[in-house]
């Protein structure tokens, strides 16, 4: 066979090299038994893959079965690609999905709608950087290994201890009266005329929140750390109900994107958890 051209080898080499470059690395494999069947998982970035690329979870301390996180086509996947989860301390409040992309590129992958749910960017030790968009908008974000969590710093700063929806509600009010300040400026500058008489003001009430009445409804009872792995990402909501009962609190957000909710219960352990919902299905777990 008459060997190629230099140049041609040289070509095929450059195009070749960047598919290399994008293919995932491999760190371990395994087959394990799944439903009755046996599967085989492949560990790449610290976690362990279906080969639909679903995330999988070990078995825990005195558990025995791999746990897929998600039912296929509940996520969408993009790549394996590494992400230096360090990056994650440039992120800011209120940053839209084009501006998250347009600094980080792509992530690995999605759950809901964009705009509406989480991003996942995994690092090469197992770190994930987790987002939040609420309403097209950055609201939270945090760094996940081995199922420990903690805030990026800089939004944690910016929220400065009050919880997103505090947030979300504080920011809705500067701008209701920011409107209302610019029509009254507005209609005044339309009908300007000489006047002695007293100026309109502008009065901004704050409701704060009722405390229920005493007895209103009995407490919910706590819950078992076996009961809260049952819920698995993309159950339903009715099914969450009827795994761990009504919530000790819950607090939703409707937007033209859907409603999120978030389930606020308690373990017998004394821990709070919440559960996070999109649309009715489990988006996010504690």
Known sequence: MRPRPLPTLIAALALALPALAQAPVVTDDKWVEYHKSKILLRQINGRWWTPDNRQVYPP????????????LGVC?????????????????????????EGMFGQPNREFGERGQGFWYYYGVDGTALELRFMEGELGEAWY?????????????????????????????????????????????????????????????????????????????????????ASVKIGAARDDVLRALGKPASRMAIASADGETEDFEYQLKDGRKVVITLLDGKVMRLP
């Open 60 to 71: 825990g301390k005195d558990g025995f079965w791999w746990e897929i996180d998600s039912k």
């Open 76 to 100: 969408t996947f993009h790549h394996h690609r590494p992400f230096d989860v360090t990056r994650g301390e440039s992120l800011h409040l209120w940053m839209t999905p084009d501006q998250v």
């Open 144 to 228: 996940e290994k081995h199922t420990s969590k903690r805030s990026v710093e800089s939004i944690a700063h910016e929220l400065g201890g009050r919880s997103i929806y505090k947030v979300k509600a504080e920011r809705a009010t500067e701008k209701s009266k920011e409107s209302l300040r610019q029509r009254i400026e507005a209609q005044h500058a339309a009908h300007a005329r000489p006047s002695r008489g007293p100026q309109p003001t502008i009065t901004v009430v704050h409701t704060a929140e009722a405390s229920p009445p005493a007895n209103s409804e009995p407490t919910p009872a706590p819950i078992t750390a076996e009961a809260l």
